[in-house]
């Protein structure tokens, strides 16, 4: 082989080992690449780590926020729920004052008392009215109704059907349609049979 053809063997092998080189990476280079792959992604999985555990925080925050708020709301409640029936009673605990005030004068007509009287008592029903407030009144002859009415006493009637309402003795009242407290009345019942003619009829047969 002459000079010329070894040298350009060799070159030629010189430039398909630069070749491989340049095509093909090394194991090492493979490795570093993977592991800067993975710190990468490990960097990325920690900032999302991160920002999840900072929307958790401020989550919580909120959450412990509105419970406060709800409390402190719920206590509100409890401690002002008559705030609003207050207000519609004090007008009428000022009229029963100006009564009182008016009745302590020795020159006041006794008809103004009455009329002040009904007065305030038509305030006082005016405001259990809007807070859902009712009276039980039955009449004379009403049916004894047990859900709204307490029977104090029966009294005998010889007109009146048993069990019907003779006389109320104390007006009942609801609240929202449940019974608060009773009317108690006095209801009537059958007469008890006469048996006087009875007894003379039993005298007479012992007798004979």
Known sequence: MSGDEAKSGANAHLSSSQETEIGEATPLETLLSERDQALQELTQAQAKQADTWDQLLRLRAEMDN??????????????????RFVQELLPVRD??????????????DILKIKEGTELTLRML?????????????????????????????????????????????????????????????????????DTSHLDAHDASSVDE
Request: aromatic letters at 4%.
């Open 125 to 193: 029903a005016t405001a259990l009215e809007k807070f859902g407030v009712s009276v039980v009144d039955p009449q004379p002859g009403d049916r004894l109704n047990p859900q709204f009415h307490q029977a104090m006493m029966s009294q005998e009637h010889a007109s009146a059907v048993p069990n019907s309402i003779l006389q109320v003795m104390q007006k009942g009242f609801t609240l929202n349609e449940r019974l608060v407290r009773p009317a108690l009345v006095i209801v009537a019942k059958a007469p008890a049979a």
């Open 66 to 83: 509105v419970r406060k708020r709800n409390s402190k709301d719920l206590e509100d409640a409890h401690k002002f729920a008559l705030e």
């Open 95 to 108: 009229s029963m004052e100006m009564g009182l005030n008016a009745a302590s004068v020795e020159t006041t």
